[in-house]
């Protein structure tokens, strides 16, 4: 299991929070999340990823099923980045 730290913005940080699709959505491919949000208050969150699986990660995230998640949550993908531990 590889640790990534993934980053991105989205319209409105409370709706993301409450939102229960990222953990349902990534759940479905065995991958676990801790949240984080700016305590400046902007719009950008980060992700602790715990993802078992980077090739089923990847095709997932290029889903239809991903690409709703996004958009029910407000995510902005322009402003995805996803970093490797190590």
């Not at 991105?8 to 349902?24: C, I, L, N, Q, T």
């Not at 997932?60 to 322009?78: C, L, T």
């Amino acid at each position: 299991m590889a640790t990534y730290l993934i980053t991105h913005e989205v319209d409105d940080v409370d709706a993301w929070m409450a939102s229960p699709k990222r953990k349902e959505a990534f759940g479905t491919i065995g991958v676990k999340v801790r949240e984080f949000v700016d305590p400046a208050g902007s719009n950008r969150i980060g992700l602790i990823a715990e993802i078992p699986d980077l090739a089923a990660f990847q095709a997932f995230m290029s889903s239809p099923e991903a690409a709703a998640a996004m958009k029910h949550d407000g995510v902005r993908p322009e402003t995805l980045l996803i970093l490797r531990e190590g």
